[in-house]
């Protein structure tokens, strides 16, 4: 089996503020310390999203200078892969904004970017509402300036139906294959987080794409042991889950991304480095 990709999604992405735990990381220090921790733990991919350094809530003036101070300050730190956000960064930044942040953040210093494959109902209350609004059209542009930035993709899937919007971007030759795939397990609007509903979806890809599941709240540790076992990658992290166990807030992602690795070394699945998972994925090295 393929080393094991650990990606930690440590920024609470846009829902998880210092209301909801006091652990999650919100200062630029805090997120590089955090991301530092977790690499130590065992994670080669971070997913940032940009924070209000007060209130850990997600920003809402340009996020675009914010992410470059997280990339520049990690990079001084540790050696790993930066995964900016796409679908983020909306709160503040009307509609009108998205092409020309998304286009301009292609150019961060970052491995890869999240590319969400649909338009669906959030799955939490949003400051943006209800609508995450991601069309073809929309789809089609971002993945362009991915592509032209040097950046990589990671196709998120809400539902089955966005892998066909996966296949149809391959078929173009818009996104170059092998894909690869975060299938984001949200239950209530989107895929529940089961094994059978994992099958299903791994049934629909093709051979040789990568893949990855990251699973919400109390899923998230069972479904990453789920997709370890079959050879998948896995994310963890507060923007996906903030408790250790339950009733137990985990007090840094590290804790998070301890526990999945601890589960890779018991089923004997190494873990890739930030330069293992650059070559399995195709990166290129910043
Ligand atoms: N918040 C996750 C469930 C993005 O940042 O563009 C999905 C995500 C997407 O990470
Ligand atoms: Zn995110």
Redesign the pocket.
Known sequence: MDKLIITA?VTG???VSKAATPYVPSTVDEIVDEVVRSVEAGASIV?L?AKDPETGDAWSGDPNPVLREYVDRIRERVDVVLN?????GRVGNPPERWDELVRERCGLGQEM????MGTMNR?MEHPTGRIFLNTVDMIERWVGYMVEGGVKPEH?V?DTGMINVCRQLAEKGAAPEPLHI?F?M?GRTGILPTPKALLYCLDQIPDGWTWSV?A?GRYEIPISAVAMTLGGHV?VGF??NIFLRRGVLARSNAELVEKVANIARELDRPIATPDDTREMLGLKRP
Do not use: F, I, K, P
């Not at 900016?84 to 983020?88: H, K, Q, R």
């Open positions: 999604a992405g846009e829902y997913h999203h900016l956000t796409t679908g983020g970017m999240s590319l969400n799955w998120e809400y975060q984001v949200v990251c919400l994310r923007e996906d």
